[in-house]
C-alpha cells in the first residue's frame, strides 16, 4: 500500500509540474515516445506508452489540433498512420523536458546515487515477484 500511495503522490506532482508548464502527462508521454522513436506509427506509440488505441487516437487528435504533431499515411502501408513532431511539437517537447528534468531533481533531493541505485534494483525486484 506504500508503495501505491507514494506512486500516486509522486504520479500526481508530476502532472502538476507538467499542467504548470503548460501540459499534461499524455501529451508528455506522447512528445517522449514520438521524439525517442524519430518516426512511429500510432500502434506502437500506444504500446510504448502503455495504453490503448482509442486513447492514443484522442490523446493524438487533440494534439494535432494544437499543432503539436501530424499523422500521414505510411506510404508503405496506407492502413497505418505516422506520426510526426511538428515544430510547435519540438517546442513543447522542450518545454516539458525542462519541467520534468527540474521535478526529477526536486524529487531526489537527499537521495545519494547509492541509494538511488538500491531502489532502482528493489523495483527490478519488485516488477519481477509480480511477473513484469
Do not use: C, Y
Amino acid at each position: 500500500m506504500n508503495l501505491g500511495r507514494t506512486a500516486k503522490l509522486v504520479a500526481q506532482a508530476f502532472d502538476a509540474a507538467l499542467v504548470e508548464a503548460g501540459g499534461t502527462l499524455p501529451i508528455w508521454l506522447t512528445l517522449l515516445s514520438v521524439k525517442s522513436s524519430n518516426l512511429a506509427n500510432q500502434r506502437e506509440l500506444a504500446g510504448m506508452i502503455g495504453i490503448q488505441g482509442a486513447t492514443l487516437t484522442h490523446h493524438l487528435n487533440a494534439m494535432e489540433a494544437q499543432g503539436l504533431l501530424m499523422r500521414r499515411r505510411d506510404p508503405v502501408n496506407r492502413r497505418v498512420h505516422l506520426v510526426e513532431l511538428t515544430e510547435a511539437g519540438e517546442a513543447m517537447f522542450e518545454t516539458l523536458r525542462k519541467a520534468a528534468l527540474v521535478f526529477d531533481k526536486r524529487l531526489r533531493v537527499g537521495l545519494t546515487d547509492e541509494r538511488l541505485a538500491e531502489f532502482a534494483q528493489v523495483l527490478a525486484v519488485l516488477r519481477g515477484n509480480v511477473g513484469g
